[in-house]
């Protein structure tokens, strides 16, 4: 990493903080302290300095975005990491760079980057225990470790790892506690058959091959999806494992509003909950209160380069058709239909695995 690029990160990072700095009455007021707002600010220059990378490729040199998806994205992801109390310092929270399939005015497919809010698994726990006062959990299981696992009228559960390093040993299950007060309030195991078919079901984790000749995606002689793990999955497969343990477990347990906001952001990782579409940011179906008008304000600048790209508030063309549909199509149904060349209105109509 050189100086010169740790400079230019710092110089858009300064940018960024002095937009949302200026819109106070929109950002502000979801910190309860001046004290953590700065904290808040300082964990993000830092974490900017060490991956510079997430603004380079959000921003121009000269201090422009380079889309507004990706400027969008990005002062989302930054309210929702605020509004969840996490600082994104790539410990407790992160942002994921991720690529978005396009197609411009001249019907040339383009790529652009976005960003996405990344609750991590630390930064679950520490909220978890600061408003329930309970003591969450997770773990992976491997070959390796001598693992009980009881159910029943007398659960248990005994996992003694091992102390030899072995990097044969294959990932069995996962497992989350939670505890209060020195007592097991509610615990879930999960087979890493359950974990590896919630990974081929997520669109952003999972890859799925396509037969042209069958014109249908492949599938093993089980019915199972044919592919490759790919994305947050692939780079981060143990946080990912222990989150989707924590985020079964943490559907059982009575949590408090505060804690389930950041479930919620979690969920947009998997394919079995709807995902948030981070840069609708003035939808006008949404609730104000929760979304101050100042705050968003600050996002819907628009550049020049916009007005070379078909982009609807409701959803994103199909890149094939160049139609517009109901549902609104999705980013990952765009980049299937790139992918497999196909319109978004066929893939939706053939049979999901």
């Not at 900017?48 to 380079?66: R, Y």
């Not at 949404?286 to 304000?297: A, E, G, L, M, Y």
């Amino acid at each position: 990493m050189t100086t010169q690029v740790q400079a230019a990160s710092s110089n858009q990072a300064e940018m960024i903080i002095a937009t949302i700095s200026k819109e106070q009455a929109g950002f502000r007021e979801v910190f309860k302290t001046q004290k953590a707002f700065d904290k808040f600010k300082s964990n993000f220059r830092l974490m900017t300095v060490k991956n510079p990378d997430i603004l380079g490729d959000l921003i121009l040199p000269n201090g422009e975005f380079k889309t507004k998806e990706g400027k969008q994205s990005l002062f989302m992801s930054l309210f929702q990491a605020a509004h969840d109390g996490l600082v994104i310092d790539g410990k407790r929270s992160a942002l994921v760079l991720f690529n978005q399939n396009q197609e411009d005015i001249n019907g040339k497919k383009v790529k652009i980057k976005t960003v996405q809010y990344f609750p991590m698994v630390l930064g679950i726990r520490e909220k978890v225990y600061e408003f329930t006062g309970m003591l969450l959990e997770a773990q992976i299981v491997y070959s390796n470790d001598y693992f009980e696992w009881e159910q029943g009228d007398n659960p248990k559960l005994i996992h003694k790892p091992s102390l030899e390093l072995d990097d044969t040993a294959k990932p069995l299950a996962v497992y989350a506690v939670a505890r209060k007060d020195g007592q097991v309030v509610d615990r879930v195991v999960m087979r890493i058959a359950e974990i590896n078919k919630i990974t081929r079901s997520s669109k952003s984790g999972f890859k799925q091959e396509w037969d042209k000749a069958a014109n249908r995606y492949k599938t093993d002689a089980t019915g199972n999806p044919v592919g490759e793990v790919v994305g947050i999955w692939k780079d981060h497969w143990e946080e990912m494992a222990k989150k989707t343990a924590i985020r079964r477990l943490a559907k059982q347990l009575p949590l408090v509003e505060e804690v389930e906001s950041i479930i919620e952001s979690v969920d947009q990782y998997y394919q079995d909950t709807p995902r948030k579409n981070v840069t609708q940011l003035n939808d006008p179906s949404q609730d104000n209160k929760s979304r101050p008008t100042s705050f968003i304000s600050a996002t819907e600048k628009t550049d020049p380069e916009d007005e070379n790209r078909q982009i609807n508030k409701s959803g994103i063309s199909c890149p094939i058709t160049g139609e517009y549909l109901e549902p609104p199509i999705t980013h990952e149904e765009a980049a299937e239909a790139v992918e497999s060349g196909l319109s978004v209105a066929e893939l939706r109509d053939i049979p999901k695995p």
